[in-house]
């Protein structure tokens, strides 16, 4: 009676080895294949709302017409709505990936800025940059949000 309560005790005690990335990405994978309706909308609310305040950010404001401005308002305030979907579901990690995108696409204007004023260690510094952000994409399944194949 004592063993089995020292093989019980033992086996508490034992700690598990953490699982292989590879494991570990293809249960998160899993994880998000069954997420709630809510939480998918929200995401995919967010990530156009995102990319169309980027696009529109990213011009002087004296080009911008009045329908504009207010597309820039209403994408702040989708993303906001959306950003309080997640928040409340505890999925807000469900938008990493659309940082490293948009982290992405200013790295990849950095270095296209770099490569016209011929500074090519700054150049090189800025790809070095966006292959980190290619990569978090491409092990997240998404480079579908900078125009790749996932």
């Known amino acids: 009676m004592s063993h089995s309560t020292g093989a019980l005790v033992h086996s508490e005690t034992t700690p598990t080895a953490p699982l292989p990335t590879a494991a570990s990405s293809a249960l998160a994978r899993l994880e998000r294949a069954f997420l709630p309706l809510d939480v998918v909308r929200a995401v995919t609310r967010y990530e156009t709302?995102?990319?169309r305040y980027?696009?529109?950010i990213a011009r002087p404001a004296s080009s911008l017409s009045p329908a504009e401005f207010d597309a820039i308002r209403s994408s702040q305030e989708t993303m906001t709505q959306a950003f309080m979907v997640l928040a409340e579901f505890r999925q807000t990690d469900l938008l990493a990936p659309l940082e490293a995108a948009?982290?992405?696409r200013h790295a990849s204007a950095h270095c296209r800025a770099l490569a016209e004023a011929a500074d090519?260690?700054?150049w090189l510094a800025a790809q070095d940059e966006m292959c980190h952000f290619r990569c978090q994409l491409a092990a997240a399944g998404r480079l579908d949000l900078i125009g790749g194949a996932s």
């Open 102 to 104: 948009t982290s992405y």
């Open 120 to 122: 090519y260690d700054g």
């Open 54 to 56: 980027d696009e529109l």
């Open 49 to 51: 709302a995102a990319f």
